[in-house]
């Protein structure tokens, strides 16, 4: 039977900058392979042929998407054995895992290339080409954020917080009761999609799709879903359940999911750009809009909500294309480096059997 295999990402392209997570992702580790050298496609295929490895076995792997090439991932986790594998190009990835007091082992290419000082000056303008457009998508980020919360604006002043409260509280006490796990809370945090150069990308459905309860908030920009699922949060870790904290690839001071796996319970935000409808007999809805918003806010402010949205996306999609220009610009720069044989897969077998053995003496 094949392992479970969680997708997310530990890294985002938001409107508040690229933001890393992976302080969280590497927490409870105790060694982390770093990927030093090379091509990034060609880590990316080292790490999926771990991947696929390790979970035809059964071991459970927490696979990290790569935000800036939708072809790419950038970390592996092996949770069970205490290993993480990750890209030496993920940005301070070297300070993340002096943080956390990690024991690390560098694998270093041993690829060959052209000499690169031919394409010294090029790519030296690709790299600052590069830097600029992500500059400029996240400052485009930022202006459609700006209309974002414009949008919320008109929601949040009709809105009703007594009721986004109460249905707050009853969640609390219908998830938890009076009862506490006894322990301390793990509290793990990380982005269920992201911004990509081929738009938006999430991870529900691998993410929830073991769990037996899942609750798709419906709502308006603005409708109290974010701070519900804080408190949310907050409460689980407080009785000492396990969190999965699951923030906006957006805007990363938003959350979109938590997911209580000792519970078996999963609670989202189910609206653009990772809108879905009750699938299960199970799947339940809670409706922000028409808990706790002032009847007719729509069509009373019809108007001003379509010009601010038509903002948002608008400053959305240019921003999108911003990151695959980027995007482009990295590709031509591995091409430049012309490496030729095998990436790491020199050491992909000692790796493998490394990582079967702990999994061995850890059962």
């Not at 060959?112 to 998508?137: P, R």
Request: glycine share 6%; net charge negative.
């Amino acid at each position: 039977m094949s392992g479970k295999v969680l997708h997310y990402y530990a890294g985002g392209n938001t409107a508040k900058g690229y933001i890393s997570l992976y302080h969280s992702a590497l927490r409870g580790l105790n060694r982390v392979f770093l990927l030093q050298g090379g091509l990034r496609s060609d880590k990316s295929a080292f790490m999926n042929t771990i991947r696929e490895t390790l979970s035809a076995e059964g071991h459970t792997i927490e696979c990290l998407h790569c935000a800036y090439n939708n072809e790419w991932i950038e970390g592996l986790i092996v949770p069970d054995a205490g290993i993480g594998i990750i890209d030496d190009a993920v940005p301070d990835i070297g300070n993340e895992i002096a943080n956390e007091n990690l024991q690390i082992t560098i694998l270093e290419s041993l690829k060959t290339t052209k000499n690169l000082f031919e394409h010294h000056d090029k790519m030296q303008q690709l790299n600052v080409d590069i830097f600029a457009k992500l500059q400029k998508a996240y400052t485009t980020f930022a202006e459609s954020l700006k209309a974002h919360d414009d949008i919320e604006e008109i929601y949040i002043s009709n809105m009703s917080f007594a009721k986004a409260n109460q249905l707050t509280n009853e969640l609390i006490d219908l998830f938890f009761g009076e009862e506490t796990a006894e322990k301390t809370s793990n509290v793990k945090h990380r982005f269920l999609g992201a911004a990509t150069p081929n738009g938006a990308v999430d991870y529900i459905q691998n993410l929830t799709e073991d769990i037996s309860k899942r609750y798709l908030i419906k709502g308006r920009a603005g409708s109290g879903k974010s701070t519900m699922l804080k408190k949310i949060a907050a409460a689980g870790q407080e009785k000492g359940y396990d969190v999965e904290i699951y923030y906006c690839g957006f805007d990363p001071n938003s959350l979109d999911m938590v997911i209580l796996r000792e519970k078996g319970i999963a609670i989202f935000d189910s609206t653009a750009p990772h809108e879905y409808e009750p699938e299960r007999q199970t799947d339940e809805i809670i409706d922000m809009y028409e808990t706790c918003i002032t009847p007719g806010t729509d069509e009373k402010f019809a108007a001003e909500i379509e010009r601010t949205t038509k903002a948002y996306k608008d400053k959305m999609k240019e921003a999108i294309c911003y990151l695959a220009e980027a995007r482009n610009m990295i590709i031509q720069l591995e091409d430049l480096k012309c490496i030729r044989n095998s990436a790491v897969s020199v050491g992909l077998y000692g790796i493998v059997e490394e990582i079967k053995l702990i999994l061995k003496q850890n059962k």
